[in-house]
């Protein structure tokens, strides 16, 4: 073991405040100033009596910058009875801790403490750290929450959907559009269709040197609807509570497809009850707003409802993003997915849209799809791109090898 007293004395420092500062911690080593005001945010989540199922902001004191402990001597936690006291403790970890970190002590209030309710308060809603679980929650809100903070969230959601527009965008444009211009690529191009520089690239083996000029044995190009509604896609998106997470991204996603000349975007959300939210897509925010988490399920009907919406079956794809759990009729969800491959349909069935890892899902039923030729997998935002590209070319459809 070191003699230095500096290490000794750091290393002292970093267990106290892993191990909290109970009495039984062994350290001896006492908190000051910032390390003490972090220990006082971390006490007041995760302090003596704050796990799962224990009493709600109230229970014991807020957090300060003078520590955590009570009074007598004992680490006690609680983030206070009020508003104020709650947006004080969100200033607070965002002081302290960098956002990733800010994002799960505010994930772990909601569920251990009942910071849910308090979101309620505009005070608490402007102070916390905007994220896709965040919003989910907010959603899971929506028919409780007053007029008064009502506003507050609605900027809260839009600043989540903006960041993942931003990060999410312009790839989903490139990947899909070129998608898009393969599929409704020609061998036998009119003159004027001609995609001269593909032509040139697809040529250059019959380059001849010494004349300065290439032989193009096989013309590249387009036809003339190369402007045209191409494809079709429905996103149908189950809405009970643990899909809340791939609401928002499903959201995103249904605003950005919406927004390509090429494509036809539907978006038709669920429960025990169907909606058709295509009318709102050129907004993400007023389509999660339309949205009511937490219901039932019923995916033969959303099937159906969707079936009932398709024109041209070879250039449709529909994209149902479920875990699958069925509360309707379970027979007739795989019966309206064959009913749909049948008749040319491309179908995928996403098990999760989000970045959550692995999700909890009905095995049975997802191996009923995979026996139709259907996919059924987890996929994650950056990757769903790809998904769409492969679907809408009728490639095979790139599935990780641990989901399914």
Known sequence: MTTDPDVREERLRRWRMVLGGDGADGTGHALTGTDAAMDGALTALYGAGNGTGSPGP?????????????AGGGRAGGLGGSAPSVARWLGDIRTYFPSTVVQVMQRDAIDRLGLASLLLEPETLAAVEPDVHLVATLLSLGRAMPETTRETARAVVRQVVQDLERRLAARTRTTLGGALDRSARISRPRHRDIDWDRTIRANLKNRLPERGTIVPERLVGHGRSSRAVRKEIILCVDQSGSMAASVVHAAVFGAVLASMGSLATRLVVFDTAVADLTDQLADPVDVLFGTRLGGGTD????????????????DTVVVLISDLYEGGIRDGMTARVAEMKASGVEVVALLALSDEGTPAYDRAHAAAL?????????????????????????????VPDTDL
């Open 370 to 398: 995979a026996a139709l030729g259907v996919p059924a997998f987890a996929c994650t935002p950056d990757r769903f791109p790809e998904v769409m590209a492969a679907a809408l070319e009728k490639r095979p459809i790139p």
């Open 299 to 314: 995916i033969n009907r959303a099937l159906t409802y969707c079936r009932s919406r398709i024109t041209r079956p070879a």
């Open 58 to 70: 109230g229970s014991g004191p807020g957090p300060t910058a003078g520590g955590g402990r009570a």
